[in-house]
């Protein structure tokens, strides 16, 4: 049973390895605006929808016509868990570095970085394994008909 759209699983890594290069820049430099504009990525991802989060529409746009099509697909709700986690590490890493608390900055930034690099390098979704972890254990309400 599907929880939302399928997606191409290749814009999902796609957007992984993006992200990763993001959040790897920002610990290296330490320039919380970066954050806050990947922060606001995952918010479009998680909340708007993947179809309208920046790093698909590149997927779409620049490398899904230039590779070979596929009928591979993969459920969104998962993944747009996985944003919304990230959301609120990269919210409280922005929220960190904004405020002075660079260390709080730091941990919330690695631990993104640590989630997007387990997908871009492993196609591992911590994330999407979170959510699924979380259905299984949320008591389901029983449909009469």
């Known amino acids: ?5 399928a997606v191409d699983p290749r814009g999902p890594r796609f957007a992984a390895v993006v ?3 993001v959040l790897a ?3 290296v430099t ?3 605006p970066l954050l806050a504009a990947q922060t606001v990525v995952f ?3 998680a909340f708007a929808g993947l179809r309208l ?12 016509p230039r590779l070979k099509p596929t009928s591979e697909r993969e459920d969104a709700a998962p993944l747009r868990f996985a944003q919304a986690v990230g959301f609120l590490f990269a919210l409280v890493g922005t929220i960190g570095y904004a405020s002075g608390v660079t260390a709080l ?3 919330a930034t690695a631990f993104a970085l640590f989630a997007a690099f387990l997908n871009a ?3 591992f979704c911590l994330g999407c394994e979170m959510y699924l972890l979380v259905r299984r254990f949320t008591p389901r309400t029983e449909q009469t008909s």
């Open 53 to 64: 989060a920046p790093y698909s529409v590149l997927y779409r746009v620049l490398v899904a």
């Open 30 to 32: 330490g320039w919380w």
């Open 121 to 123: 390098a492993f196609d």
């Open 105 to 107: 900055g730091i941990v």
């Open 19 to 21: 992200t990763t290069v």
């Open 25 to 27: 820049v920002v610990l």
């Open 1 to 5: 049973m599907s929880a939302g759209p």
């Open 43 to 45: 918010a479009i991802g």
